[in-house]
């Protein structure tokens, strides 16, 4: 054992455990940050704000599976709580370091000092308090164990002192843990052999059967083994938005994504089904269409390593608890041969509605209207993206669009998406490129997600982060069309566009004037061009495409099409 203040313990353990940046708002653990300078290689990374400061962590965790930090003093706490939402909601290991209240200081109005120890309790899978710096080691360590066991999320640590510094000071005698890198899955979990055999029965007895791959098996690294299941099977495969990357979209059984933010003929497909089993995916109201597609009558196998989530809205369910690469082997070796003859007028029926489905919009993904289609946007996106591209999209319109109408099918691509945050993209694309220096980051937002956290540009900048912004720019919230025509009375009138309008802006300008290489994209024709020239710029790009202010993203639908 060595003595040792609270900040050296702090800076070594994290450097231990793999910690390659940290991303703050100061002034928090100020000496933990300057250890790191003195003694690791931790890069830190010093944001305008504390949700992207959670934002950021959150994209380097979800890019690497390792755990992001994030840091803030108790002042800006509330604000870090905020940012973690999207992790939270997309089970997302990182951990928040704040600091807290002086004993003395408690209840007696000290400069800007509040409670803000419960507003992370809704938003982690724990938090906790430390108050003696020999407590440091344990709760750090369970804090990362919690963080990527079972289905990872975020935790909190809030340590004494406004900046953290009653613990950073204090000296003790310890261990700095040995080197070893932490990660999700920390613990892989096999799955009962009776479990397995059930599964396996009821997949055998499917003469419709739809595999659903989720963002956990993203997580457990099992996308050849799903996709091997539904080859075994001849069975349809759709994906979660978060399980996208996991199914390569040119796979012949490969139907897309099915819920709320989805392709007509994956909802369709869903709906006829006899049998649907979830691997690695929550059966949410987004990816469900609120538990229209599947109906709640549908038979279900559930594969997930959090017992809960089984059987939660589908009462006929078959519960599998397992990680998915580990209970997607074994359900592999119990099922053996299968005769895929019985399933081979299903097959046809799913590769026919998603035949449907793209000459549905092929005057969309093929229009050269200016300004731009965002269908033919992240339609050509699709071709244009390099082969190791990490795409992480912004969530409303950025996501329906990704989710209907990019599509991945190099091994090497990846896709993040924000759970629910609009403005994550941004500076969750440049904690995933800090965190993946070998993949080419490509951020696709809207404008009204980029304002949320425009001023990220200048860190992107700061440390040429090269990142890719990809922006569809309908100089709007055009999203709210549809709520506000319903507020309305059926049509727009009046001003309602103070309620959802923003000026033209030239985007490109902005950012040039930030530190960022800003291209403009007024027509089909130039996006190729942009694509290519941001690819040999070593730096952050941001490309402005200027798009259709009236076109709005198609929401799922549970109605059935003529069979």
């Not at 290489?517 to 070593?538: C, F, H």
Request: hydrophobic share 40%.
């Amino acid at each position: 054992m060595t003595n040792m203040t609270g900040a050296e313990y702090l800076s070594r353990a994290l450097d231990a455990y793999g910690v390659e940046a940290v991303f703050l708002v100061p002034t928090a653990l100020s000496a933990t940050l300057v250890a790191m300078e003195n003694e690791t290689a931790i890069k830190r990374i010093v944001t305008h704000g504390e949700k992207a400061a959670a934002y950021m962590a959150d994209g380097y965790a979800r890019a690497t599976g390792k755990p992001g930090i994030c840091m803030a003093q108790n002042i800006g706490a509330a604000n870090l709580a905020a940012g973690l939402r999207d992790a939270y909601l997309g089970n997302s290991p990182v951990i928040a370091l704040t600091g807290g209240p002086y004993e003395w200081s408690r209840g007696r109005n000290y400069y800007q000092e509040i409670e803000d120890f419960p507003l992370f309790k809704p938003v982690t899978k724990s938090s906790r308090q430390v108050f003696d710096v020999t407590r440091l080691p344990d709760q750090l360590d369970q804090a990362f164990r919690d963080a990527t066991t079972g289905k990872p999320g975020p935790t909190h640590l809030e340590l004494a002192g406004h900046t953290g510094d009653i613990i950073e000071n204090q000296s003790f005698d310890a261990t700095v843990p040995a080197p070893g890198v932490r990660r999700s899955p920390a613990l892989r979990v096999a799955p009962d052999p009776e479990a397995i055999a059930a599964a396996a029965a009821a997949l055998r007895a499917a003469r419709r059967p739809v595999i659903l791959s989720g963002g956990g098996v993203r997580t457990s690294g099992a996308s050849e083994e799903v996709v091997a299941l539904a080859d075994r099977l001849g069975a349809p495969i759709a994906t979660s938005l978060n399980g996208k990357e996991t199914v390569p979209a040119d796979h012949p059984l490969s139907i897309g994504i099915p819920g709320l933010y989805a392709r007509a003929s994956a909802n369709q497909i869903m709906l006829e089904a006899d049998l649907v089993m979830y691997v690695g995916s929550q059966t949410g109201s987004q990816v469900t269409l609120t538990w229209q597609v599947p109906p709640t009558s549908t038979r279900v196998v559930h594969l997930d390593i959090e017992p809960t989530e089984l059987g939660r809205h589908y009462p006929d369910t078959v519960p599998v608890v397992a990680d998915a690469r580990l209970g997607l082997i074994a359900l592999l070796e119990a099922l053996g041969p299968v005769d895929t003859e019985q399933t081979r007028p299903w097959r046809e029926r799913a590769a026919e509605l998603t035949a449907r489905w793209r000459e549905s919009v092929a005057d969309l993904t093929g229009s050269e209207a200016a300004p731009l289609r965002p269908e033919r946007l992240t339609s050509d996106l699709s071709w244009l993206l390099p082969d190791n591209a990490i795409v992480v999209s912004d969530t409303g319109h950025a996501g329906m669009w990704t989710a209907g109408y990019l599509d991945l099918a190099k091994p090497q691509q990846g896709f993040l998406r924000a759970a629910g945050s609009l403005g994550w993209g941004l500076p969750a694309g440049i904690g995933a490129q800090i965190a993946r220096p070998d993949a080419q980051v490509v951020v696709f937002t809207g404008d009204g997600g980029l304002f949320y956290h425009l001023s990220e540009l200048e860190t992107a900048a700061r440390w040429n982060v090269p990142l890719t912004i990809v922006v569809n720019d309908n100089r709007s919230l055009n999203q709210e069309i549809n709520p506000y025509t319903v507020a309305y009375g059926g049509a727009l009138s009046g001003r309602h566009h103070e309620l959802w309008h923003f000026n033209d802006v030239n985007l490109a300008t902005v950012a040039e004037s930030l530190g960022v290489t800003g291209i403009r994209v007024t027509k089909p024709s130039e996006l190729e061009p942009a694509m290519a020239r941001a690819a040999e710029i070593d730096g952050p790009v941001l490309i402005d495409v200027v798009s259709d202010i009236d076109a709005v993203a198609p929401k799922g639908s549970a109605a059935r099409a003529p069979h």
